[in-house]
Structure formats: structure tokens, C-alpha cells
């Protein structure tokens, strides 16, 4: 009985440990998307996109990298530099505010920490945090 009782609470504490190490969160969500967006990996980014925001990267990004190496803003403009295939830009998520099942995140990036950029939308859809935002407007 005792034994029984140890491996139901080794199970249930295991079970808090794993739900409560979730990556499931605006904040998770809203780094992921954007590390992956402004370092190109648009299949990622897509990955954690509403409908309409992977429209959006279909249409305004994906294959239109002039030459490998140059940063999602770069792409937006047609021009790409070598010298920033050996750089990766990082993310600084600023302040998230969630509302129910959406939530609003400020960001910086490394490229230029001084700049202002539109705050990322998010929704909760099916459980999971989703970029509800035109990735167009972060490139301006």
C-alpha cells in the first residue's frame, strides 16, 4: 500500500514538473517566433503562426532572400550582406499583456535595441499560443 502510494505521488509531482515547464506561453511563443522570423528560419516561424500570419510569410518571405546570409529586413528590401551570415540577431522580449486568450508583446532586437517595432499579437488557439500578426509591419 505504501509502496502503491509513493509511485502515485512520484507520478502526480512529475506530471506538476512537466505542466509547469511549459513552453506554452505568450511570452515562450513570442521569442520563438521572432528569433526564427529575424534569423530566416520562416519554417519555424510558420510553425507557430495563425492562418493568416503564415499567408502573410508565404507571400512577403519565403524565397525572396537574395543571397543567403541576409537578415528578414534585408529580404524584405531585396538586399542581402555576407557579413551577416556569420551573425544571428537575438531577441529582448520587453513586456508582455495578456488578455484571456490574447496577448500583446514588446520587443527589441540586437540588430537595433533603440528601435521601436510594433508589438506582436498573439491568440490562444487549441491551447497553444499563436503570432496573429503581419510580419510585414516588422520590417519597416
Known amino acids: 500500500m505504501k509502496k502503491g502510494f509513493l509511485i502515485l505521488l512520484t507520478m502526480f509531482t512529475s ?12 511570452e515562450s511563443t513570442a521569442n520563438a517566433w521572432l528569433t526564427a522570423f529575424y534569423n530566416q528560419e520562416y ?5 507557430l503562426s495563425i492562418e493568416e500570419t503564415r499567408l502573410a510569410l508565404r507571400t512577403n518571405f519565403i524565397g525572396k532572400i537574395v543571397k543567403p546570409g541576409g ?3 534585408q529580404a524584405a528590401y ?3 550582406s555576407s557579413t551577416d551570415a556569420l551573425t544571428t540577431t537575438s531577441v529582448t522580449i520587453k513586456s508582455v499583456e495578456t488578455n484571456g486568450t490574447e496577448a500583446t508583446v514588446t ?13 506582436l499579437k498573439l491568440v490562444k488557439q487549441g491551447g497553444k499560443w499563436l503570432v496573429q500578426t503581419d510580419p510585414s509591419i516588422l520590417t519597416k
Not at 43 to 47: F, P, Q, S, T, V
Request: hydrophobic letters at 35%; glycine letters at 2%; a negative charge.
Open 107 to 119: 520587443f527589441t532586437i540586437s540588430d537595433d535595441p533603440t528601435k521601436t517595432y510594433p508589438a
Open 71 to 73: 537578415s528578414a529586413k
Open 15 to 26: 506530471l506538476v514538473f512537466i505542466t509547469s515547464c511549459s513552453k506554452n506561453t505568450p
Open 78 to 80: 531585396g538586399v542581402a
Open 43 to 47: 519554417d519555424d516561424a510558420l510553425n
